[in-house]
């Protein structure tokens, strides 16, 4: 018999069980009927050596042959009784036990760094949360079950092989030499193309997903036969490995049909002779040959079920890859509650702020300072690839500071749940995304849950009234359905300015103390964009901002200005005060998106220096 599993296999696969222990006992249960099951399909084999070496060869008795007859019927229908009873209990749980494991592989995902993302493709984590866990699934209550049974049985019959006849049954177990030689080779094999395969699936999965966003762009610029080519090559790659799986598996089951029939020739031929030489009784050579048959099909499934196991196992391995990635930004062990909002508005400190992406060793932000007084609206501005969103996310503690602290109303953020600050903290991005649900509930995703909860019907759409008003997103009225359209990927497609007013009504909805933007008003014309900025103040007018400007139109509504510019802070105040006294403040407003020589960002990935600034304009820090 092949080894089941090594041992690494086994202890991935034991630390299911945190997962599996509801469906232990049921599995236990099922598993012990299908045991009772093969066992009595072994025992028929005696009880037929009984009736043959007893009333059919010496007494001849008919009472003794009906008697045995319906001993034999009875253990047929009781072993068709348990194995109905092992589908009945174990069917179910199996089903509970993959969900609670999707579930928990989702909630990790939310609770892992946005830099995990940067690794691990979506593709990649779908497959991982859908295709991998059905395999592990399947396994745990199916394979394993049949893995135990069938190796049980297996054994079981061997012994009652020797019993019978210890010539007989050694020359049938010298088969099991090559079986487990070529059962060694075939883990070997079988595991690597067994991973290969799911990263494979993964990554084409990664494809399709990249391509079904990047439609339009396909589209436009005619690379769709590049990109079907790219997904047919990457297919042709996963089909070969699935080809590889196949022969391997063939050559395993080849092996455990062919070997045990050889030795079951070569000892048929032997036990005739023995038979006749009146060295083992014909009842014990009618016997040997119903277990043999008992025995053929736990033998033949082995390599099925060892290749179920191998799959398995790659699966559980990309799960707990997962599972086992620390969330990087867990709340601490004793969390510090918020202060209650003061009355004039939240203060938000940076102090002495470092950052440097997990990627890399070089910090985009080198000690800025900044501080942002109660309800004052401040905007960032700096040339591209400054840094700007990094030390916007940093607020609501999307990525952690690797230096310095960030403080709300004087609490550093990683002394608070994250459920408290991201109550506290709303965030809209340039890019906005909206989920598949109406407009009301993509606006309301905004509202900390257990405001919502204690919300009236009506205060929840006066709450979204406001904030679509607030963000002028009017449009929606006239929607087929009004706030109840379905927008996102399942319904109506919205104009990229419509969208950015809609996550911002969504930043807005859940009135937070700190509102963090990171150019959310960049596809409005300025005059909606002036209307916008007004309505913020008169709405949110305790409300502290944070928004990234790079139209002066957008700083010229800020109280202040705050200019970031390799990596720090190199001045703070009014716009047009800056815009007479800091010379880079002057060329990021006039040359944005200029960059000329491309300074600020390839210079800054590539050589991995800071951003640079132009060399005909002056340098320093202007407070
Ligand atoms: N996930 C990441 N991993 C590694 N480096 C990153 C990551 N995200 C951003 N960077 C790098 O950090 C630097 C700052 O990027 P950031 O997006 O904060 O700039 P920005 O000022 O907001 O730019 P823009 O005005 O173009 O939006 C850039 O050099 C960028 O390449």
Not at 22 to 51: F, H, K, N, W
Not at 402 to 412: F, R
Request: net charge negative; with cysteine.
């Amino acid at each position: 018999m092949p080894p089941a599993t090594d041992v690494s296999t086994t202890r991935a696969l034991l630390r299911l069980v945190r997962w599996a222990r509801p469906a232990v006992p049921r599995v236990l249960l099922g598993g012990s009927a299908t045991l009772v099951a093969s066992l009595i399909a072994l025992a028929v084999p005696q009880v037929m050596r009984g009736l043959v070496n007893g009333p059919l060869l010496t007494e001849g008795s008919r009472t003794a042959v009906v008697q045995g007859a319906l001993l034999v019927l009875l253990l047929g229908v009781l072993e068709a009784v348990l194995v109905w009873c092992r589908r009945a209990l174990i069917a179910t749980p199996g089903t509970g036990v993959e969900r609670t494991m999707r579930t928990d592989l989702f909630r990790h995902l939310l609770d892992l760094p946005v830099a995990l993302h940067d690794r691990w493709s979506g593709g990649q984590l779908l497959q991982r949360s859908m295709g991998d866990l059905h395999t592990v699934r399947r396994w745990m209550v199916f394979g394993l079950v049949q893995l135990v049974v069938s190796s049980t049985t297996v054994l079981v019959g061997a012994v009652l092989m020797l019993v019978t006849s210890p010539l007989l049954g050694l020359v049938y177990l010298l088969g099991a030499v090559p079986v487990i030689l070529l059962g060694f080779r075939f883990r070997q094999d079988y595991r690597v193309v067994a991973r290969r395969a799911r990263d494979q699936a993964g990554d084409l999965a990664t494809s399709v997903e990249e391509s079904v966003h990047g439609i339009r762009v396909l589209k436009a610029f005619g690379r769709g036969d590049d990109a079907l080519e790219d997904f047919a090559r990457q297919a042709d790659e996963l089909r070969d490995t699935e080809l590889d799986k196949a022969r391997a598996q063939s050559r395993m089951s080849f092996a455990l049909t062919w070997i045990p029939e050889t030795t079951l020739a070569v000892a048929l031929g032997l036990g005739v002779w023995l038979a006749a030489t009146d060295r083992v009784s014909v009842g014990g050579l009618v016997a040997f040959f119903a277990t043999a048959a008992v025995m053929t099909r736990p033998v033949e499934s082995l390599g099925h079920l060892l290749a179920m196991t191998l799959d398995a196992r790659a699966g559980t391995d990309r799960f707990l890859e997962v599972m086992d990635t620390a969330p990087a930004l867990a709340d601490p062990e004793r969390p510090v509650a918020l202060p209650p909002a003061p009355a004039g508005g939240t203060r938000v400190e940076l102090r002495d702020v470092r950052f440097a992406h997990g990627t890399t060793t070089r910090e985009v932000l080198r000690g800025v300072d900044l501080v942002l007084e109660p309800g004052e609206t401040m905007a960032l501005v700096g040339l591209t690839g400054s840094g700007k969103t990094t030390l916007l996310q940093l607020v609501p503690r999307l990525y952690d500071v690797t230096g310095g602290a960030v403080l709300v109303d004087g609490v550093d953020v990683r002394d608070v749940t994250r459920h408290d600050l991201r109550g506290a903290v709303a965030v809209a991005f340039e890019d906005p995304i909206l989920f598949s649900a109406s407009v009301r509930d993509n606006v309301l995703m905004g509202v900390p849950a257990e405001r919502l909860a204690a919300m009236s019907p009506e205060e929840s759409d006066e709450a979204v009234r406001v904030a679509l008003d607030v963000a002028r997103a009017g449009f929606v009225h006239r929607l087929p359905h009004g706030v109840d359209t379905v927008i996102g990927e399942e319904g109506l497609s919205l104009s990229g300015g419509q969208r950015q007013r809609v996550a911002l009504a969504r930043a807005i909805a859940g009135r937070p103390r700190v509102l963090v933007l990171d150019d959310p008003l960049s596809a409005l014309d300025v005059a909606t964009e002036a209307e916008v900025t007004d309505g913020l103040r008169r709405v949110l007018r305790d409300t502290t901002t944070l928004v990234v400007a790079h139209r002066t139109s957008t700083v010229a509504l800020a109280d202040r200005v705050a200019v970031l510019e390799d990596g720090r802070i190199t001045g703070v105040g009014r716009h047009t005060d800056l815009l007479a006294t800091h010379p880079h403040y002057r060329y990021v407003l006039t040359a944005e998106g200029d960059d000329p020589a491309g300074e600020g960002d390839e210079a800054a990935t590539e050589v991995g220096g800071p951003a640079a600034v132009p060399r005909d304009v002056p340098q320093g820090v202007h407070r």
